[in-house]
Antibody, heavy 122, light 107 residues
């Protein structure tokens, strides 16, 4: 079974930092472009960031550009999201998701983790 | 940014009825549109990709259609487990975007 597992969420004060991680089982994460999607409590889905297979190209929503950094370590088959200068409106469940197609980008997402909750509050 | 508008926001139907959900894009996304189902406390699940292709394991009662700016997700006969929130997502251009969702609730 293909699975993703996020970790690293928690409670952080406004202006603080947090690093999320995502690990895969049942498939080789390093063969797929990967994405982070978030969902504020009671709200819809918001695409946050994506990274190509090689890691050479990254993409961000305007709401997080300059504050968040997506990265991957293909030798360890892991994905990360470094979140700095956190704000109250960053409070959300953060999901990592796998691109449907091998070696692609700009795709749909066929495998999702269960999410890790980030709460930004003083 | 391509804005996806889903309608209606809420659809109240009974099991066995047909559900028709709409997603309209602010500019053409060709056939690069997907549909997801999300139940409370769960991650989204991919149902349809590239407007009309069912993801593996998705029942045949789910079908997608459309291209350009107007798309439809149809559930031919609602099963009890189909009551959930449905989102569309475009991959025509960066940034990727999702629609606001349609809540299919039991009437």
């Amino acid at each position: 079974e293909l699975q993703l597992l996020e970790s690293g969420g928690g409670l952080v004060q406004p202006g603080g930092s947090l690093r999320l991680s995502c690990a895969a089982s049942g498939f080789t994460l390093s063969s797929y472009a990967m994405t982070w999607v978030r969902q504020a409590p009671g709200k819809g889905l918001e695409w946050v960031s994506a990274i190509t297979v090689s890691g050479d190209d990254t993409y961000y929503a305007d709401s997080v550009k300059g504050r968040f950094t997506i990265s991957r370590d293909n030798s360890k088959d892991t994905l990360s999201l470094q979140m700095n200068s956190l704000r109250a409106d960053d409070t959300a469940m953060y999901y990592c998701a796998k691109d449907l197609r091998l070696l692609g980008t700009l795709d749909s997402f066929d495998v999702w983790g269960q999410g890790t909750m980030v709460t930004v509050s003083s | 940014e391509i804005v996806l508008t889903q309608s209606p926001a809420t659809l109240s139907l009974s099991p066995g009825e047909r559900a028709t959900l709409s997603c309209r894009a602010s500019q053409s996304v060709s056939s690069y549109l997907a549909w997801y189902q999300q139940k409370p406390g769960q991650a989204p699940r991919l149902l349809i990709y590239d407007a009309s292709k069912r993801a593996p394991g998705i029942p045949a009662r789910f079908s997608g259609s459309g291209s350009g700016t107007d798309f439809t997700l149809t559930i031919s006969s609602l099963e009890p487990e189909d009551f959930a929130v449905y989102y569309c997502q475009q991959r025509g251009n960066w940034p990727l975007t999702f629609g606001g969702g349609t809540n299919v609730e039991i009437k």
